[in-house]
């Protein structure tokens, strides 16, 4: 089991940015992809953005060009830059691991608040 701490939540003004860091501990497979999701009061759950272990990343038609994603693949560490946030970007953010080809191996952070508002 693959256990996610996430950090770097808050509340900023609309054009602000943050950063989200989520780092990885227990037994980690080098080929899988992390990424961030979010969801917001009475929507579903959405992706945001995902890395890819060897390197490819897929980013929601709302955040591309605003938010940038990256790892540090020898901290287990996924990142999320959010820059130009808006109000419709407030959610809970939570951190995703799966290992590739498996994917019943899987974990989800515990969420941290992002509210933009001015």
């Known amino acids: 089991q693959v256990q996610l701490v996430e950090s770097g939540g808050g509340l900023v003004r609309p054009g602000e940015s943050l950063r989200l860091s989520c780092a990885a501990s227990?037994?980690?497979?080098?080929?899988?992809?992390m990424g961030w999701y979010r969801q917001a009061p009475a929507e579903e759950r959405e992706m945001v953005a995902v890395a890819f272990s060897d390197g490819p990343k897929k980013y929601a038609e709302s955040v591309e060009g605003r938010f940038t994603i990256s790892r540090d693949n020898a901290m287990n560490t996924v990142y999320l830059e959010m820059n130009s946030l808006r109000p419709e970007d407030t959610a809970v953010y939570y951190c995703?691991?799966?290992?590739?080809?498996?994917?019943?191996?899987?974990?989800w952070g515990q969420g941290t608040q992002v509210t933009v508002s001015s």
């Open positions: 227990g037994i980690i497979s080098s080929a899988n992809v």
């Open positions: 995703h691991y799966r290992r590739l080809h498996s994917p019943w191996d899987e974990s």
